[in-house]
């Protein structure tokens, strides 16, 4: 069996006024209330862009007019499409960033599992807390001193990679993230590696390359000014499975 060439879709959630009226029709009332509920506009903003996008991409799979999708929630919250069950899909944004991870490909008997994660890198001296809370030995021993510029990418690294495996799953933080250790190789899939049993799932987790998109983000900088830097990772049960990232633009939707 061929395995499955999953897409990323980078969105800029800092979209226009106009468009962003334009889009917002697309969501459903359940999601223009969640978008109402945030008090910062700017995260209001935030998901809103991003759950628009997410509707227009998923229309496009789906053949549907994204208006008229039902998007439903499994027991811990993760969403699918009840009416589409060969779509798969996760999405994950942090800052004025978002990805969306999708395929078609899924099947009855050959479900694929998809689960992706976001973060724009930033240190914290609470990396070191939460590093010795949910990495294992293995993990922390593969960090830099916290003295080193690398501390935070290679935490975030690992922590992305840690959240795509939980939101593949479906579970989230309900799957406790000492139970499982990841070895990233570069440009290649590494297996998930179980310290429980049994294992829940036969897993493999891919770190993505978002230089093609980042170098063209606007994200209000100064000309010549470094891009912003952003981690992510992306979790499926295919083993050989490889992505292809794209630019999203509601204009060309």
């Not at 999405?91 to 479900?111: C, K, Q």
């Not at 501390?151 to 690294?157: D, G, P, V, Y």
């Not at 987790?205 to 891009?227: A, F, H, T, W, Y």
């Amino acid at each position: 069996m061929t395995a499955p060439v999953i897409d990323i879709y980078a969105i800029d959630l800092s979209m226009e006024d106009g468009l962003l009226r334009r889009e917002q029709s697309l969501l459903s009332k359940e999601e223009q209330a969640q978008a109402q509920r945030y008090v910062l506009p700017q995260l209001s903003r935030r998901y809103t862009a991003a759950h628009t996008a997410l509707r227009r991409i998923l229309g496009k799979y789906a053949r549907t007019d994204p208006r008229q999708l039902a998007i439903a929630k499994g027991p811990y919250g993760k969403p699918y499409l009840p009416q589409h069950p060969h779509i798969a899909f996760n999405l994950s944004h942090s800052e004025d960033l978002a990805l969306i991870a999708v395929t078609a490909g899924s099947t009855a008997d050959n479900p694929i599992r998809l689960g992706i994660d976001l973060e724009y890198c930033r240190r914290s001296p609470a990396f070191i807390k939460i590093s010795g809370r949910y990495f294992t030995d293995a993990e922390r021993a593969e960090l830099p001193s916290w003295q080193s510029p690398e501390f935070a990418k290679e935490f975030l690294r690992l922590w992305t990679g840690k959240e795509a495996v939980t939101k593949c799953l479906g579970t989230g933080l309900r799957t406790p993230l000492r139970d499982f250790g990841i070895h990233f190789r570069e440009k290649q899939n590494a297996q998930v590696q179980w310290h429980i049993s049994p294992e829940p799932a036969r897993l493999f987790v891919r770190e993505i390359d978002l230089s093609p998109c980042l170098n063209n983000m606007k994200q209000g900088e100064k000309p010549g000014q470094v891009p912003p830097m952003y981690l992510a990772s992306l979790c499926s049960g295919a083993a050989g499975f490889d992505y292809k990232l794209n630019r999203y633009s509601p204009t060309e939707a």
